[in-house]
């Protein structure tokens, strides 16, 4: 079946540590995005990637970064920059053209330890 | 900037009744997409139905049920023949025609009763 796998499920952050977060699809869709959730609140957009090599900053980007090397792969990396970085996050993709609705992962919850 | 606003963070209802849950959204631009998402306690976030803006009727699947008045910029949720299954966090989302961000409402939590 195809989907949106996130790995890992739970992460844990040193102070001054990088992570990555990974998130691959097998849904053929050409537009990723990974989002924060916070308690209490929606969703909020971090970055977004509509084709291969090409990506853009989202409402919340600072403190993070991400490549899109691979149609199927869109990793996020958590970096130290990102003072307050516990939350739940997650990764969705679509179909780029038309109102095709995004398809979501079943995310990743990163702790500070 | 486009907002929406979900003003109640939390409902319940019996099982086998109705609830309607509310979305309000802020826009200048007359193209565009919402949604309903639901967030069981896994996290998944699971689409429930959608409506194009440039569509008068209102969308329907199974015994999910929308309410868009568009002048009023509204979007409301109805939920026929509650479930437990139903019981999650509700999203309501918005995106502009060309665009390739979803804008989330903070989230209403519907709570099913036996």
């Known amino acids: 079946d195809g989907g949106i796998t996130q790995s890992p499920k739970y992460l844990f952050r040193k102070e001054g540590q990088n992570v990555t977060l990974s998130c691959e699809q097998n849904?053929?869709?050409?537009?990723m995005y990974w989002y924060r959730q916070d308690p209490g609140q929606g969703l909020r957009l971090i970055y977004y990637?509509?084709?291969?090599?090409?990506?853009q900053k989202g409402d919340i980007a600072e403190g993070y970064s991400v490549s899109r090397e691979k149609k199927e792969s869109f990793p996020l990396t958590v970096t130290s920059a990102q003072k307050n970085p516990t939350a739940f996050y997650l990764c969705?993709?679509?179909?780029?053209?038309?109102?095709?609705?995004?398809?979501f992962g079943d995310g990743t919850r990163l702790s500070i330890l | 900037a486009q907002t929406v606003t979900q003003s109640q963070p939390e409902m319940s209802v019996q099982e086998a009744e109705t609830v309607t849950l509310s979305c309000t959204y802020d826009?200048?631009?007359?193209?565009?997409?919402l949604f309903w998402y639901k967030q069981p306690p896994s996290r998944q976030m699971i689409l429930v139905i959608r409506?194009?803006?440039?569509?008068?009727q209102n969308a329907t699947e199974n015994r999910f049920s929308v309410n868009f008045q568009k002048a009023a910029k509204s979007f409301s949720l109805k939920i026929s023949d509650s479930q437990l299954g139903d019981a999650a966090m509700y999203f309501c989302?918005?995106?502009?025609?060309?665009?390739?961000?979803?804008?989330f409402g903070q989230g209403t939590r519907l709570t099913i009763n036996p």
């Open positions: 989302a918005y995106r502009s025609e060309g665009a390739q961000k979803l804008v």
């Open positions: 969705a993709s679509a179909l780029r053209t038309g109102n095709q609705p995004q398809h």
């Open positions: 409506q194009e803006a440039y569509k008068q």
């Open positions: 826009t200048s631009e007359s193209d565009y997409y």
């Open positions: 849904l053929n869709h050409d537009a």
């Open positions: 990637s509509q084709i291969v090599n090409d990506f």
